[in-house]
């Protein structure tokens, strides 16, 4: 498996524009994860689905930002319209839980999406 | 009060030198736990799960304490690979939350 892929790998983009962020998770993985990371505030959970279904976005700044799971090799993420302060690194990660627990195994990252906005 | 907190460092350390870190959680209810490892500018990768009797593997050993709420990493015989910075994770119960601490930056000298 490729792993955890993300597109674009940078964005540039002036303020106002709309963005959308890609990823593709590990095949058989049941878990999705949509992370922010910047120098100042590390790196917070956005969003995160579960066989498809978001089962906690309250880590999304504000309704500027949404995201969907159309099927279980596709997430996305968008921002309309995007600000300066929406510069980060936009981190996707997949897990699969365990079967008899349904704990979290490992959670894999995609190498990210640099996001620069002007 | 963050969920997850971490010393941000950064932690100097010579080649060969035994470090310590510390992550403290607020959620009691906190089920499974978690060190990654972050190179500069690259995605996060899983380091060690941290069990409730502690384990090792290798020169990395990990512990947990559920009464203090505290999770430690033990880097023993530092390399100078070694550096990067470490984040503690916390997984919540029901629902499958991972959160990250802020991450401890280590720098191993020659």
């Known amino acids: 498996d490729a792993g955890v892929i993300q597109s674009p790998r940078h964005e540039v983009t002036e303020m106002g524009q709309e963005v959308t962020l890609r990823c593709k998770p590990i095949s058989g993985h049941d878990y999705l994860f949509w992370y922010r990371q910047t120098m100042m505030r590390g790196l917070e959970l956005l969003i995160y689905?579960?066989?498809?279904?978001?089962?906690?976005d309250s880590g999304m700044p504000e309704d500027r930002f949404s995201a969907k799971m159309p099927n279980a090799s596709f997430s996305t993420l968008k921002i309309q319209p995007s600000e300066p302060r929406d510069s980060a690194v936009y981190f996707c990660a997949s897990s699969l839980a365990y079967h008899h627990t349904g704990e979290l195994t490992e959670a894999f990252f995609g190498q990210g999406t640099r996001l620069t906005v002007v | 009060r963050k969920e997850v907190e971490q010393d941000p460092g950064p932690f100097n350390v010579p080649e060969g030198a035994t470090v310590a870190f510390n992550c403290t959680y607020s959620?009691?209810?906190?089920?499974?736990f978690f060190w990654y490892r972050q190179d500069c500018r690259k995605e996060p990768k899983l380091l060690m799960s941290?069990?409730?009797s502690g384990n090792e593997d290798g020169r990395f050993t990990a512990q947990l304490n559920r009464a203090s709420q505290y999770i430690s990493l033990l880097i023993r015989d530092s390399k100078l690979s070694d550096s990067a910075t470490y984040l503690c994770v916390v997984n919540r119960d029901a629902g499958n939350m991972l959160t990250f601490g802020g991450g401890t930056r280590l720098m191993v000298k020659p």
């Open positions: 959620n009691s209810a906190s089920q499974s």
């Open positions: 689905f579960n066989n498809n279904v978001p089962i906690d």
């Open positions: 941290v069990y409730s």
